[in-house]
């Protein structure tokens, strides 16, 4: 089977997800890392949170060096699994599979009620601009999802034979 051609909202919207299941990748895996190796991810946090420059790297050392090995277990385990679904829905949207639209739709859409509560929580032109890219990628998957669905051939099929009896 042909893989159809991308267009630059297939193109744009698999490179973001693919970067996202990265970061979550790497996210489990330090976290991972710092359940298991608590003593010296305190010490090194320690050392090195009045060096850091950023503010996020700040908080990111504090909660690993402070939070419970449940928590980091919990965290480790769900952005691994979110990580590689992700993988798995980008690369299926890259092959053209009709299930990956399906998959990938619902992956951006999910998360549509949190970015409207942190909409209502803080408005910003920034998180204004990345739920409207979100919506707007959502809505495109979803229609293509569709329009590529052998249940919409069965749906229009079979409408069309209503109307003709």
Known sequence: ?????????????????????????????????????????????????????????????????????TELKLIARGTGVYGVIIGVAAWG?????????????????????VEVWELKRELSWETGLLFLVNLIIFGYFAWEAWHLSPFRQAVLGSVTSDTRS
């Open 1 to 69: 089977m042909a893989v159809p051609s991308r267009t630059w909202l297939v193109k744009l919207a698999v490179a973001k997800k693919v970067i996202f299941a990265l970061l979550l990748l790497i996210t489990s895996g330090v976290t991972g890392f710092t359940w298991r190796h608590d003593d010296t991810v305190t010490l090194w946090a320690q050392a090195h949170v009045a060096q850091a420059e950023f503010q996020l790297v700040k908080v990111v050392l504090n909660f690993l060096s402070q939070a419970p090995v």
């Open 93 to 113: 949207v890259w092959q053209g599979k009709v299930w990956a639209y399906y998959l990938f739709a619902g992956l951006v859409g999910m998360l549509l009620p």
